[in-house]
């Protein structure tokens, strides 16, 4: 990763200091109510689930048209920008050359969901544990639910076989699927209110 995407991602992200700049606590700065936060959708125990199916609503279906709705042409730009990110790959997995991650940016964008409240009935999510190890999904988990607490140890720390730049591309990954799950829910919201 250059230096300069290095600088900014401590900076902005991590609050490290650079140079003489000294960012107060990182994402904190931006934070107006600390105590709003993500909150589990499965918890262990309760028999009721508060996720929501992508068959009865979905970005595809229902999210595209009714964001083009309220904002002409934004739904193709959020569309090309989500297929733009989910198909960003140099076909690499750390130093083996010539794979298919497909599957593996599927199981990523779906465990984001996933732990969105999102459950795709299409998807079989065994594949989830298959492909993502616990620290991975841990580092995603704080990625997508609690950014403040990305620290540069933790972006340095996971899946130490990627390169710098196959790091950036799983953290745009995982930000654009959380975008995603995150307008599903205000347009889901918005098509309730017309209706």
């Known amino acids: 990763m250059p230096v300069c ?30 105590e709003f936060q993500h909150e589990d959708f499965t918890i262990a125990g ?18 595209y048209s009714l964001a083009n709705r ?11 920008k989500f297929r733009l990110i989910y198909l960003l790959t140099y076909q690499t997995f750390g130093s083996v050359e010539d794979v298919d991650t497909s599957r593996f940016r599927y199981a990523v964008w779906n465990y984001i969901h996933c732990i969105k409240g999102i459950y795709h009935d299409d998807y079989h999510y065994a594949e989830v544990n298959k492909l993502l190890h616990i620290p991975f999904k841990k580092y995603i988990k704080t990625v ?34 959380r975008l995603q799950a995150e307008l599903l829910y205000a347009l889901r919201a918005i098509m309730q209110h017309m209706t």
């Open 46 to 63: 309760e028999n009721t689930s508060r996720t929501f199916r992508v068959l009865d609503y979905s970005w595809e279906d229902h999210g």
């Open 144 to 177: 997508t639910c609690y950014p403040e607490r990305v620290t540069s140890a933790d972006f340095k720390g996971f899946m130490n076989v990627f390169s710098c730049s196959e790091k950036v591309h799983i953290n745009l990954l995982l930000l654009e699927a």
């Open 70 to 80: 309220l904002y002409p042409d934004i739904g193709q730009l959020l569309e090309e």
């Open 5 to 34: 995407l290095q600088l900014l991602f401590c900076f902005l992200v991590v609050g490290a200091q650079v140079g003489n700049l000294v960012p107060t606590n990182g994402l904190a700065r931006f934070i107006e109510e600390p």
